[in-house]
Structure formats: structure tokens, C-alpha cells
């Protein structure tokens, strides 16, 4: 998934909305355009931030709870004008099949 900052095929207006979001919250937008709950977005980002801990994985205190989750998509609805979860979603759908080259019907 190409969700990002530097999407070529998101519109101007698209990046300027994405440009507004942190590097995290972009994650969760892709995590969600995937179809991923907030706890399978948690685990995700849990698992990212321990692979970077690999030198003591053991006592890494990586984890990301779903509180944290839950609050990045709340910013995502804040900076993007959302409302509800179902237009983070659609959203996340929509720029994501942009930048596969998907055309909606």
C-alpha cells in the first residue's frame, strides 16, 4: 500500500490533507485501508517497533496499546474534517486505490 505523503496519484488537494498527519498516523490509515482492527493495528505496530529494538528484544517496552491506536485515528479524523469510522475507512480505500491505479465505478 502506497498511502503516504509522497503519493504521485493522490490529488493536490489529498496532499496537502496527508501532509497534515504524522508518519504514525499515515501507518494507521494503511493498517486500516487493509482492513485491520484497531487491536490486529496494535500488534502490527508492536511488532514493527520490536524488530527495530533487536538488540534486546527481550526488554524492548515497544508495545502500542489500543488506546494509542484508537488516538491516532482519532487525530486522522480531526486533520482529515471525518466523522465517523467508516469515513477513515473510505478514505484510507479511496487514496489507496488511487495510488494502485484502481478506478472506482
Known sequence: IIIGRGSR??????????????????????LKAEGLSIPDIAKRLT?????ECSDLPD????NTSKST??????????????????DVTTKAIEIYNKDMGVVSQ
Do not use: D, P, Q
Request: proline share 0%.
Open 9 to 30: 496519484s493522490a490529488s493536490n488537494k489529498e496532499k496537502k490533507l496527508l501532509h497534515r498527519l504524522t508518519k504514525t498516523e499515515i501507518k494507521v490509515l494503511r
Open 47 to 51: 511488532e514493527e517497533k520490536k524488530s
Open 59 to 62: 526488554v524492548c517496552t515497544c
Open 69 to 86: 491506536v484508537s488516538t491516532h485515528l482519532m487525530n486522522v479524523y480531526g486533520k482529515l474534517n471525518l466523522h465517523h469510522e467508516n
